[in-house]
C-alpha cells in the first residue's frame, strides 16, 4: 500500500462538522417524553429529518430565547430543506412550563418545534442520559426563581444517531452548515 492510501485510511468518513463531532456517543440516545399536546414522543418519530434539542425553559431571559430563534433562523435558511428540520426543546421547568405555555412559545418561534415536558423523574432520567445539568434558583418570592442549565444543541441524524453538539453562541451559520451536511449525507 502506498503513502496515499496509508493516509486516506487514517481520514475520517463523512462531513467535517463545524460543532462538536460525537458521532458514535453512547448517550443520549433518546426522549421518551411528551411533546406539549400529549403525545410520547421518541427520536424514531423524526426518522428522515435532522433533528436539533436544546434543554430550556420558558421564563429564561436570554439563552433559551436566543437559541429557538437562532434554530429558526436556521429552517428559514435551509428553504425548501426546511421542512426536514425538526426543532426539540425540553423544559427543565416543568412545574412552570404547562403544555399551553409550551405550545405558545414553540410558536413564538416556529410551528413545527415541538416542546417536550416530563415529570420531574422522567426529566432527572433524560437530562443524566444527556449529561445535562439543571438546578432551580431560588428568587424573591416562590414563583421568581430561575434555572441554572446546560446550555448546548444535540444534533442528529436523518436515522436519529447523535452526530453533533453546538455549544451556545456558536451561532445560526455554524449550526445550519451541519445541518445542511447531515442533509447532504443523507442523499
Known sequence: ?????????????????QGVDLTGAEYARDLPLPDHN????????FAGKVVVV???????????????????EVKRALGA????????????????????????????FDPGFLALR????QLAAVAKDFKIYYKRVDGQ???SYTMDHSAGSYVY????????????????????????ALLDEAR
Do not use: N, W
Open 81 to 108: 430543506d426546511g421542512d426536514k428540520l425538526q426543532g426539540i426543546f425540553v423544559t427543565v421547568d416543568p412545574e412552570r412550563d404547562t403544555p399551553e405555555m409550551l405550545k405558545a412559545y414553540m410558536a413564538s
Open 38 to 45: 400529549g403525545q410520547l414522543r421518541s427520536l424514531k418519530d
Open 54 to 72: 436544546f434543554f430550556g425553559y420558558t421564563q429564561c431571559p436570554d439563552v433559551c430565547p436566543t437559541s429557538m430563534s437562532e434554530l429558526a
Open 157 to 180: 441524524d436523518t436515522a436519529g444517531r447523535l452526530r453533533v453538539y453546538h455549544r451556545y453562541g456558536s451561532g445560526a451559520q455554524s449550526l445550519a452548515a451541519d445541518v445542511r
Open 118 to 121: 416530563g415529570t420531574p423523574e
Open 1 to 17: 500500500m502506498g503513502a496515499a492510501g496509508i493516509f486516506s485510511a487514517c481520514t475520517p468518513k463523512g462531513p467535517k462538522f
Open 141 to 143: 418570592t416562590p414563583t
